[in-house]
């Protein structure tokens, strides 16, 4: 489907789907959609700073090199106005607030989630909640929703079910509709009926 064609669908807001976009891009080393992705952000008026916190989010699901990439490709897109910096929140704050995001995605399945991260390795369940969640996650720039949306299309392109289900839940705690899942599916999938088969898993 053609990116104009894209971001005239219904039902998910263009600036969001960009992101979704520019992160599936990412996590598949396509850098000429995310230049697409970039350069369409810009020229609708888009903050860059919504990239900039995306490409800082897709270190968690697509790792340090690609996201090195991914920057350099941003750079050349749209070079930004002033060198970026900051936007986490201060670090005494980090650990509650990861805490606290970590248990309204999770809501009554929280506890399982720990423990089966701890049962991995104690130091990957702390890296999880310090990093991901306390430093990264919890970044105050994009919402929770438009967070978890990220998430839910970059976990589907990756073909993670178990984990697409549970950000899926964490979208819908934090206002997403269903309408609006089916639309991050889209545009990750394409308007195919894997995204029905996707979307019926969540409940």
Same mark, same amino acid.
């Given at each position: 489907?053609?990116?104009?064609?894209?971001?005239?669908?219904?039902?998910?807001?263009?600036?969001?789907?960009?992101?979704?976009?520019?992160?599936?891009?990412?996590?598949?080393?396509?850098?000429?959609?995310?230049?697409?992705?970039?350069? #369409?952000?810009?020229?609708?008026?888009? =903050?860059?700073?919504?990239?900039?916190?995306?490409?800082?989010?897709?270190?968690?699901?697509?790792?340090?090199?690609?996201?090195?990439?991914?920057?350099?490709?941003?750079?050349?897109?749209?070079?930004?106005?002033?060198?970026?910096?900051?936007?986490?929140?201060? =670090?005494?704050?980090?650990?509650?607030?990861?805490?606290?995001?970590?248990?309204?995605?999770?809501?009554?399945?929280?506890?399982?989630?720990?423990?089966?991260?701890?049962?991995?390795?104690?130091?990957?369940?702390?890296?999880?909640?310090? #990093?991901?969640?306390?430093?990264?996650?919890?970044?105050?720039?994009?919402?929770?929703?438009?967070?978890?949306?990220?998430?839910?299309?970059?976990?589907?392109?990756?073909?993670?079910?178990?984990?697409?289900?549970?950000?899926?839940?964490?979208?819908?705690?934090?206002?997403?509709?269903?309408?609006?899942?089916?639309?991050?599916?889209?545009?990750?999938?394409?308007?195919?009926?894997?995204?029905?088969?996707?979307?019926?898993?969540?409940?």
């Amino acid at each position: 489907m053609e990116l104009a064609d894209l971001l005239r669908r219904p039902d998910l807001d263009a600036s969001v789907r960009l992101l979704v976009l520019a992160l599936c891009a990412v996590w598949r080393g396509d850098w000429q959609q995310l230049d697409a992705a970039a350069r #369409a952000a810009r020229d609708r008026g888009q =903050p860059r700073q919504d990239l900039e916190e995306t490409l800082l989010q897709a270190v968690l699901f697509a790792g340090f090199p690609r996201v090195v990439t991914a920057f350099e490709t941003l750079a050349a897109a749209w070079p930004p106005d002033t060198p970026p910096q900051g936007g986490a929140l201060p =670090p005494a704050e980090q650990p509650a607030a990861g805490r606290a995001l970590f248990a309204a995605i999770y809501g009554r399945n929280e506890a399982a989630v720990h423990a089966m991260l701890r049962g991995f390795h104690p130091d990957f369940h702390d890296f999880v909640l310090e #990093a991901a969640y306390g430093r990264v996650l919890a970044r105050p720039w994009l919402p929770p929703k438009v967070r978890e949306l990220l998430a839910v299309g970059v976990l589907a392109a990756q073909d993670q079910l178990p984990q697409f289900v549970g950000h899926a839940r964490g979208a819908v705690h934090f206002g997403a509709s269903r309408a609006e899942l089916r639309e991050v599916l889209v545009t990750a999938f394409g308007d195919t009926d894997r995204v029905d088969e996707w979307l019926r898993r969540v409940r």
